[in-house]
């Protein structure tokens, strides 16, 4: 069975700073994971996915994410975070459907 | 990518009554799927809906409660019946891309029941 897990349902930044947001997996077959992002009152929107290519996967608005199989983790990072990157992030792998995580949600201060 | 459009994109509704949302896809898609994100959660699986045939439930959601409506490749409706407050929730509409599991979102619907 798939699952995730995301660290931290909250976290705050400066503009400016190293955005990091943390997402570990559990998965008995080769995974695929996905990225979302949540803007108040919107749906979801991919940002990026690994689908067993590049192990560094780049997304939408500067955002990339690595996935170590050692760690069994996938974060995503982007180095200058901007006041329009505040919204809810989920994290989620694929076995057959999709699993999400319980999201984390970026605030950032000017 | 699909372009996703969900009708009503808000409603309150009264306990009791029934609700039925609409998920609009501008091309053929073959899976569809309904998802709840109950205030600040996650988001959950209800059912994959499979045109021409039953939709396929998770565990936890029954035909009775919501029952789905794919009567071709573009089109689906989700109706929450005999509402209760516990249904205030966001339901949201995606599509497969083709690509293994990755999936598009609708805006969703933002219900209240009262």
């Known amino acids: 069975a798939q699952s995730v897990t995301q660290l931290g349902s909250h976290v705050s930044v400066s503009e400016g700073a190293l955005v990091l947001l943390r997402c570990n997996y559990s998965?008995?077959?080769?995974?695929?994971l996905f990225w979302y992002v949540q803007y108040p009152n919107q749906g979801l929107q991919l940002l990026l996915k690994?689908?067993?290519?590049?192990?560094l996967v780049k997304g939408i608005n500067g955002f990339e994410a690595e996935f170590k199989k050692s760690e069994t983790s996938f974060h995503l990072t982007k180095p200058s975070a901007h006041m329009s990157d505040a919204a809810e992030y989920f994290c989620?792998?694929?076995?057959?459907?999709?699993?999400f995580g319980q999201g984390t949600e970026l605030s950032v201060k000017p | 990518s699909a372009v996703i459009s969900q009708k009503p994109s808000r409603d309150i509704c009264q306990r009791g009554t029934s609700l039925t949302i609409q998920c609009q896809v501008d091309?053929?898609?073959?899976?569809m799927f309904w998802y709840r994100q109950q205030p600040g959660q996650s988001l959950t699986l209800i059912a994959t809906?499979?045109?021409?045939?039953?939709?396929?439930?998770e565990s936890g959601f029954v035909i009775d409660k919501f029952p789905i409506s794919r009567p071709n490749l573009t089109f689906s409706t989700l109706t929450v019946s005999n509402m209760s407050p516990e249904d205030s929730s966001i339901y949201l509409c995606?599509?497969?891309?083709?690509?293994?599991?990755?999936?598009?979102f609708g805006p969703g619907t933002r219900l209240t029941v009262l």
């Open positions: 995606s599509v497969g891309t083709g690509i293994p599991n990755e999936q598009f």
């Open positions: 989620a792998v694929s076995g057959g459907k999709l699993i």
């Open positions: 091309s053929q898609v073959t899976m």
């Open positions: 690994y689908t067993s290519a590049a192990t």
């Open positions: 809906a499979n045109q021409g045939s039953e939709a396929t439930y």
């Open positions: 998965s008995s077959v080769p995974p695929y």
